[in-house]
T-cell receptor, first 115, second 113 residues
Framework: EAQVTQNPRYLITVTGKKLTVTCSQN?????MSWYRQDPGLGLRQIYY???????DKGDVPEGYKVSRKEKRNFPLILESPSPNQTSLYFC??????????????FGPGTRLLVL | AQSVTQPDIHITVSEGASLELRCNYS??????LFWYVQSPGQGLQLLLK??????LVQGIKGFEAEFKRSQSSFNLRKPSVHWSDAAEYFC???????????FGSGTKLNVKP
């Protein structure tokens, strides 16, 4: 089944404790992206990647890191999480590197609480 | 800067009534326009998209949207709402040769029996 998977789905952590949220897609998509969803703000793009080893900042990249070492995986790293990073996170992918022209397929989301 | 505005935070309609959800964007050239739906506890699913051509586009689940360049709008419509349409709806914008993506703040739809 074609899908985008994220792990974990739920995570409670404490301020400053490094964490990684994994994202994987099995559709051979070029473009991958991370979003955070906050009430009243919709989804905001954190980082995106057009291909392996090609990543760039979205609108809210502060406090986050990403890497794209393999085409299928696009982990989101919070080196030192803070309470303002408490949010619902979505990973998405689309077929070609010009991802904003195409349908994005979303993962199920990761709900993060930083205490 | 890019922006996508969904002026209605919550909308309640009766089952069987018609629906229109508003979306306005700011961008000089023709954008790539999308409507996504998010059911409670779920990820986002594409309803429809517009890139070029006919300004009235049909999507899944009986939804349609109309692109109006003069009003910078891309409103979503459905002639008869079903209880299963209760969800949050997001308008989104992409741009040619620009790889960022922008979402509106969403409209929550409640359907009364």
């Amino acid at each position: 089944e074609a899908q985008v998977t994220q792990n974990p789905r739920y995570l409670i952590t404490v301020t400053g404790k490094k964490l990684t949220v994994t994202c994987s897609q099995n559709m051979n998509h070029e473009y991958m992206s991370w979003y955070r969803q906050d009430p009243g703000l919709g989804l905001r793009q954190i980082y995106y990647s057009m291909n392996v080893e090609v990543t760039d900042k979205g609108d809210v990249p502060e406090g986050y890191k990403v890497s794209r070492k393999e085409k299928r995986n696009f982990p989101l790293i919070l080196e030192s999480p803070s309470p303002n990073q408490t949010s619902l996170y979505f990973c998405a992918s689309s077929l070609s590197r010009t991802g904003t022209q195409e349908t994005q397929y979303f993962g199920p989301g990761t709900r993060l609480l930083v205490l | 800067a890019q922006s996508v505005t969904q002026p209605d935070i919550h909308i309640t309609v009766s089952e069987g009534a018609s629906l229109e959800l508003r979306c306005n964007y700011s961008y000089g050239a023709t954008p790539y326009l999308f409507w996504y739906v998010q059911s409670p506890g779920q990820g986002l699913q594409l309803l429809l998209k517009y890139f070029s051509g006919d300004t009235l586009v049909q999507g899944i689940k009986g939804f349609e949207a109309e692109f109006k360049r003069s009003q910078s709008s891309f409103n979503l419509r459905k002639p008869s709402v079903h209880w299963s349409d209760a969800a949050e709806y997001f308008c989104a914008v992409g741009r040619y040769n620009f790889n960022k993506f922008y979402f509106g703040s969403g409209t929550k739809l409640n359907v009364k029996p």
